[in-house]
């Protein structure tokens, strides 16, 4: 059977005169786009342009909601409750529809950005809240979580398709967390490195910590960082890696989540 991987990016992150990644030219490799929506990145003309453009490539789109951080983008842990969580989810998860819906498309997945990801990878509370709201918004979207995590988990409990991800360029440690980026190494800035990293995370199921240890993770798609500087080349090589090694490139389906 062959195997398939989504390949997800975190775009349309700019906002105003200031401008991140290489959206356009990263869209012609990815199969799902989650798209900033105002709290870390993002504004409103920002996220109609980013969906215009992912529907003209067919890719998926997802929400990308964050704590409300613009000074940190999104990647500074803040004290939210349940609830706050829960409203912010929402939120930002309702403004993006709405400009899906004007493009003629839908929200297809919902993947929390930064610190809130990470935060709700480990507070059973928080993910339980930000699963809550995908679902009373719309109980047919894939909630997207770190790999083995209690955001996933809280997902599946309540009867969402959830995806596992796993991430190419980023060091994990033994207990499957991602190496904080304020450690040395924290992020795989090579791109062999990288691709390598993302064949063994498919096509084996398991990934090198920095410990040196060998973990097993379960990968349904993987994060391409788009903010790299050689954002769109890496994206290319690791769909052409894929294609190479047999593996089937395709955005998430609920038929094939868990």
Not at 54 to 62: D, Y
Request: net charge negative; glycine share 10%.
């Amino acid at each position: 059977m062959t195997k398939t991987i989504d390949l997800n990016c975190d775009m349309g992150e700019s906002f105003g005169a200031w401008t991140m990644g290489q959206d356009a030219d990263v869209l012609a490799h990815v199969t799902s786009a989650n798209i900033a929506c105002g709290f870390h990145a993002g504004d409103p003309e920002t996220m109609r342009r980013t969906v215009a453009a992912a529907v003209a490539h067919g890719v998926a789109i997802g929400a990308h909601p964050s704590l409300p951080d613009l000074a940190g983008f999104g990647r500074r842990e803040m004290h939210v409750s349940p609830q706050d969580a829960y409203a912010m989810t929402l939120y930002q998860t309702g403004a993006l529809a709405a400009f899906a819906r004007a493009a003629g498309a839908r929200v297809h997945h919902v993947k929390p950005h930064g610190a809130l990801y990470n935060m709700a990878a480990k507070d059973r509370a928080l993910a339980d809240a930000i699963a809550s709201a995908v679902r009373d918004f719309d109980a047919e979207l894939i909630l997207v979580g770190l790999a083995g995590s209690e955001l996933p988990a809280a997902g599946a409990r309540i009867g969402l398709a959830v995806a596992h991800e796993a991430f190419a360029d980023r060091r994990y440690e033994n207990d499957g967390r991602l190496t904080p980026r304020g450690e040395a190494g924290a992020v795989i800035d090579d791109v062999d490195s990288a691709v390598a990293q993302a064949i063994a995370l498919v096509v084996r199921g398991e990934v090198a910590t920095r410990q040196g240890e060998n973990l097993r993770v379960r990968a349904d798609t993987i994060c391409v960082h788009g903010d790299r500087p050689d954002g769109a080349v890496f994206a290319r090589r690791l769909r052409e890696a894929m294609q190479s090694s047999g593996v089937a490139v395709a955005a998430l389906n609920a038929g094939n989540t868990a």
